[in-house]
C-alpha cells in the first residue's frame, strides 16, 4: 500500500497531469470573456456580493441595486457560495472578468479532480484518470460550461462527486475525514446551487438506499446522520428559500412556456447527436446537448466479460452507475412527461435536458472502468481514446456568445436590466415581492444614481411622498439602510425606494414602526404623524430566517461533537481493496499531456481564427449555402427572407409542419420583430398559425448583426379538423404593436401588400381523428344530415350582418360511415319573415376532397 507522503506526491502529478489534459477544454476561457447572457448575469451577482461585502454586509439576502435599483432579495433565494470563490481571486488584483474566468477554470479542473478521486477508489486509477477526461469531454458537460456559463452549477457538481466518494468511504469505516467531508460537502453542495442542490439530494439518497443494500444498516445510518447535519448546516438558506416563497413570483420559476419542461425534452437522436461543424455567423446556432460517441462506446466495455472475477462492490456500482445514468437520460425524453406531471418539485428544474449533466458523469465513470479493462494489456490504447474525445468534442469549444466584461458599476446593471427585462439577474425575475405589480421604469432611479457616483449610496426616501409644508432635516443612507429627520404640520405615508419584502423593519423615535407596501410599485412605506420625528428603515431577518440560523448553528456544533467523536474512534478509513490494474506508465501520461498542449497550440493559432471542418461559415453577407429554397424577400427594408428548409411537403393533420427560415437584417434595426407562419386555404381560410417571437431566438432582432443571419424553426400544427388537401403557407413580419411590414421589391419600393406566400404543403388525413371535445364548437348540433354525414356543430357565428359582406361561418362535419357520394351543403340566411336573404352551396371540407372518399 501507497505511503501517506507518497500518495500524496502521487496525487499532485496526477493533479498537474489533469490541468494538462483538459487543456483544449480550458482555451476558451484564455479570452477573459463571459459566455452568452448568463454569464452577465453571474458576473453581476459577484458584483453585488463584492458591494455588500465591502460595507460590512457579510450575508446579503437584500442585494439593493438590482431590480432597476429598487433592491432584489436574490440571496434570500438563490445558492451564493460559488460567487464568494470568486472573490479571493478579485481580492488578490484580478479584474472582475479575469477572476471569473480563472474560476471557471478552477471548477472545471475541480470537477476532473474530483471525478478521478471518486472513480479511482471504485474501479482504480487507469478508471480515475480517464473518466476525468471523460467527463469533461462529453459535450453535455462542455455544453454547461460555454453556453450557461454555470459556475454555480459546477462547484455544485463537485461538492456532489465530493460527497458520494465521503459517502462509501464513511459506509466502509467511518473515520474523521470522511464524516466531515460528508457533511461539508453536502452543505456546499446546496449552498452552491439550487437546482444541482434538487438533482442532487435525489442521487445521494438513493445512494443511501445502495449503501443499506450493499453495506449494511449501520452505514446507511451514518451516511443519513451526516447528510442531515450537513442540510443542518445549510439551513441558513434553504429553509427561508423554501417556507417563504409565497412572498415572490416564484411561478415565473415554471409558467411561462419559456420555462416550462413541456418544451424542453429531447429525443434519443438529440442525445446522441454527432459533433457538426459551428458556424459562427449563425447569431443562434445551437450546440445540441448530447452525450459523448467515445464515453458511450467505452461505458459499454464495461460491461464485456473480461475473464476476471470482479470484486463485489465493483460489480454492485457497475449497476449503480448504469441505472442511475439510464434513469437520468430517461428522464430528458418525452416519454417522462408523466412523472413530470406528477412530481411537483420538478417543475422547478425547468429543462429536463439538464438532467444529462450528471448522468454524463455517471456515464464517464463507467467509461473509465471501460478504458481500465481495454488498456489492460495494452496502454498504447489511451492516447487514441483522449484523441477521439477530444476531437468529438471540438466543436463545442467554440463558443460563439462572448461578451467582453460590462460596466460593473451599479448604473450598469440597471441598464443591463432595463435593456433585457432580465430583473435581479434572474430570467423570469422569479423573485420580484409579489406586492410588485407593476415593474418601475427601468430609469426611474438612473438620475439618482447617476449624481450619486462614485459610491452610488442614493437618497431613498421618495420626496413626493411628502405634503406640502414638510421639510426634510436630515438624511443618511447605507445600502439597506436609511434614517431621516422630517417635520410635517400633518400626517403622512412616507415612502421609500425599495421593494417591500418580510424583512424590512421601521423604528419611528426608537420605537418599532410597521411597514408595508405602497402603490402599484409596492414600495417600503409607514405611516407618520405630525411633527418632527426620526425615521429609520433598515433591512433584517424575519422570525423564520433567525430560526433558520439557529438551526445552522446548532447543527455546526454538533458537527463538531460528531467529529469529535469520529476522531476519538478512529482517524483512519482506509476503504475497500480494489483492483487498480496499477496506473498509466510515465510516457503514455506524458504523450497524452503532449497531445493536448498540441491540440490547445491548433486551435489557438488557426481554428479559432480560420475555417476548418470544426468551426467554417455558411454565410457569405447575402445567402446561406445549403438552403433547399433560396429566397430574397425584402420586408420592410428590415428583416431579409434568404429562404427556406421544409423537409416534408406532405404531412398528416394531425403532426406538426416543421420548417426553417433563413433571416437576416440588411442594417442593424431597433426594434424586436416577430414572425408568423399561417397555413391557408385556396379561400384565405386560416387553418394553423404559428409565431415566433424572436426569429433568432433567444436573441431579439435588435442585437442582430448584418454579418449574422438567424435560423428560424417553426413547427405548425393543423388545427383539429383541417381536412386533408392542399394549403398555403404564408409569412409574416410584425413589429411589437402588432404593425405589420409590407414587403419591397429590389429598389426599396413597396409591393402593396404584408404577406408572402412561401409555399404549399399537403394535408393528409390525420393518424387519429380529432375527439369532439377538441374541437373549437361554439355550438354543437350532432344533426344526422342523411347519406352518412353528421353536422357536429358550429365555430363562433357572427351576431351582426352588414349588407353586402361575406359572413364566415364554420361548420364541423363526421362520416358515421363511409358517404354515399359527393355532396354539397347549402346554407341560407333566412330574414325575421322566413325570406332566404343569402345563400351559398359547396361541399362540406373542400372541394378537392369530396365527401365520396370520406371514410368512418
Known amino acids: 500500500m501507497m505511503s501517506g507522503k507518497a500518495y500524496r506526491l502521487r496525487f499532485l502529478v496526477i493533479g498537474a497531469f489533469l490541468g494538462l ?45 438590482l431590480g432597476l435599483g429598487f433592491g432584489y432579495p436574490l440571496f434570500n433565494y438563490y445558492a451564493p457560495l460559488s460567487y464568494y470563490l470568486v472573490l479571493p481571486l478579485r481580492w488578490a488584483g484580478l479584474s472582475l472578468g479575469t477572476a471569473f474566468s480563472l474560476s471557471m477554470g478552477l471548477a472545471l479542473w475541480g470537477l476532473a479532480l474530483a471525478i478521478y478521486v471518486w472513480t479511482r477508489d471504485i474501479f482504480g486509477e487507469r478508471a480515475g484518470i480517464i473518466a476525468s477526461l471523460a467527463a469533461i469531454y462529453t459535450p453535455a458537460v462542455i455544453n454547461y460550461v460555454y453556453q450557461w456559463s454555470a ?31 460528508t457533511s461539508l460537502s453536502c452543505a456546499a453542495m446546496v449552498l452552491s446551487h439550487n ?63 419559456v420555462f416550462d419542461f413541456r418544451n424542453h425534452f429531447r429525443s434519443l437522436g438529440d442525445i446522441l447527436a454527432p459533433p457538426r461543424a459551428v458556424d459562427p455567423n449563425q447569431a443562434n446556432f445551437v450546440f445540441p446537448v448530447s452525450l459523448g460517441w467515445v464515453q458511450i462506446a467505452l461505458a459499454l466495455v464495461a460491461w464485456w466479460p473480461i ?16 441505472l442511475a445514468s439510464g434513469l437520468l437520460t430517461g428522464l430528458v425524453l418525452p416519454i417522462s412527461l408523466p412523472l413530470w406531471e406528477h412530481i411537483p418539485l420538478m417543475r422547478f428544474l425547468q429543462f429536463p435536458w439538464r438532467l444529462l449533466t450528471p448522468a454524463a458523469l455517471g456515464l464517464a465513470a463507467l467509461a473509465g472502468m471501460g478504458a481500465a479493462v481495454l488498456t489492460r494489456k495494452n496502454q498504447r490504447w489511451v492516447p487514441v481514446i483522449l484523441a477521439g474525445m477530444m476531437l468529438l468534442a471540438l466543436p463545442w469549444l467554440f463558443p460563439l456568445r462572448k461578451i467582453s466584461q460590462p460596466d460593473p458599476s451599479p448604473l450598469g446593471q440597471i441598464r443591463f436590466e432595463g435593456e433585457t427585462g432580465l430583473i435581479g439577474t434572474t430570467a423570469g425575475g422569479e423573485y420580484l415581492p409579489v406586492w410588485v405589480q407593476v415593474r418601475p421604469s427601468p430609469d426611474a432611479l438612473l438620475p439618482l444614481y447617476e449624481a450619486a457616483a462614485p459610491d452610488y449610496i442614493i437618497p431613498r426616501l421618495d420626496p413626493t411622498s411628502l405634503p406640502a409644508g414638510a421639510h426634510l432635516l436630515e438624511a443618511e443612507y447605507g445600502l439597506t439602510r436609511a434614517r431621516v429627520v422630517v417635520e410635517s404640520p400633518e400626517g403622512f405615508r412616507v415612502r421609500f425606494f425599495w421593494y417591500f419584502f418580510p424583512g424590512w423593519q421601521g423604528r419611528l423615535d426608537g420605537q418599532p414602526l410597521p411597514l408595508g407596501p405602497d402603490g402599484p410599485h409596492g414600495l417600503v412605506a409607514a405611516d407618520i404623524p405630525a411633527g418632527r420625528h426620526e425615521v429609520t428603515v433598515f433591512f433584517g431577518d424575519t422570525p423564520l430566517r433567525q430560526w433558520a440560523w439557529r438551526i445552522s448553528a446548532i447543527s455546526g456544533l454538533l458537527f463538531l461533537c460528531t467529529l469529535f467523536l469520529a476522531w476519538r474512534t478512529g ?38 481564427r480560420y475555417d476548418n471542418p470544426f468551426r467554417r461559415t455558411l454565410f457569405d453577407g447575402r445567402q446561406v449555402r445549403g438552403v433547399d429554397v433560396p429566397l430574397e424577400v425584402n420586408f420592410g427594408n428590415q428583416m431579409v427572407l434568404m429562404g427556406y428548409d421544409l423537409p416534408t411537403p406532405a404531412v398528416r393533420a394531425d403532426e406538426p409542419i416543421e420548417i426553417a427560415l433563413y433571416w437576416r437584417v440588411p442594417q442593424p434595426v431597433a426594434t424586436d420583430y416577430s414572425v408568423g407562419l399561417h397555413l391557408v386555404d385556396e379561400r384565405g381560410i386560416l387553418h394553423g398559425q404559428q409565431d415566433n417571437m424572436h426569429p433568432a431566438y433567444p436573441y431579439p432582432t435588435s442585437r442582430l448583426r448584418p454579418d449574422q443571419y438567424a435560423r428560424d424553426v417553426h413547427r405548425l400544427t393543423p388545427w383539429e379538423g383541417t381536412p386533408p388537401g392542399r394549403y398555403t403557407l404564408l409569412v409574416v413580419v410584425y413589429d411589437p404593436a ?42 354543437r348540433l350532432e344533426a344526422e ?9 358550429t365555430g363562433p357565428l357572427p351576431e351582426e350582418v352588414e349588407v353586402g359582406h361575406t359572413v364566415p361561418i364554420l361548420l364541423f362535419w363526421q362520416a358515421l360511415r363511409p358517404p354515399d357520394g359527393d355532396y354539397l351543403a347549402r346554407l341560407r340566411l333566412l330574414g325575421a319573415d322566413g325570406a332566404v336573404i343569402a345563400e351559398a352551396i359547396q361541399a362540406p371540407g373542400r372541394a378537392d376532397y369530396p365527401t365520396s372518399v370520406w371514410v368512418q
Open 785 to 793: 344530415m342523411g347519406g352518412g354525414l353528421r353536422l357536429v356543430g
Open 21 to 65: 489534459g483538459i487543456l483544449p477544454a480550458l482555451q476558451p476561457l484564455f479570452s477573459g470573456q463571459l459566455f452568452g447572457t448568463d454569464g452577465v448575469l453571474h458576473f453581476y451577482r459577484v458584483v453585488q456580493l463584492e458591494r455588500a461585502l465591502h460595507y460590512g454586509i457579510l450575508y446579503p439576502r437584500w442585494t439593493p441595486d
Open 571 to 608: 482517524r483512519e478509513a482506509p476503504g475497500a481493496e480494489v483492483p487498480s490494474g496499477g496506473s498509466f506508465s510515465p510516457r503514455i501520461l506524458g504523450t497524452c499531456a503532449l497531445l493536448a498542449v498540441a491540440l490547445t497550440g491548433v486551435k489557438t493559432l488557426y481554428m479559432d
Open 738 to 779: 402588432g404593425q405589420r411590414l409590407d414587403l419591397r421589391d429590389g429598389a426599396g419600393n413597396s409591393l402593396g401588400t404584408t404577406v408572402y406566400p412561401l409555399t404549399t404543403v399537403e394535408v393528409r388525413r390525420p393518424r387519429r381523428f380529432p375527439s369532439m371535445e377538441k374541437l373549437p364548437l361554439a355550438a
Open 151 to 181: 459556475l454555480p452549477g459546477l462547484w455544485g457538481l463537485i461538492w456532489l462527486i465530493i460527497a458520494l466518494w465521503s459517502l462509501r468511504r464513511l459506509a466502509l469505516s467511518g473515520g474523521f475525514l470522511p464524516t466531515a467531508l
Open 195 to 257: 437546482v444541482t442542490a434538487l438533482i442532487g439530494a435525489a442521487l445521494l439518497g438513493a445512494y443511501v438506499v445502495f449503501i443499506a443494500l450493499c453495506y449494511g444498516f449501520r452505514p446507511a445510518f451514518r451516511a443519513i446522520l451526516s447528510l442531515a447535519l450537513g442540510l443542518g448546516l445549510s439551513g441558513f438558506l434553504w429553509i427561508p428559500a423554501f417556507f417563504e416563497k409565497e412572498y415572490v413570483q416564484i411561478h415565473q420559476l415554471y409558467l411561462p412556456a
Open 307 to 322: 475473464g476476471v472475477l470482479l470484486h463485489r462492490e465493483v460489480r454492485a456500482h457497475r449497476w449503480a452507475l448504469t
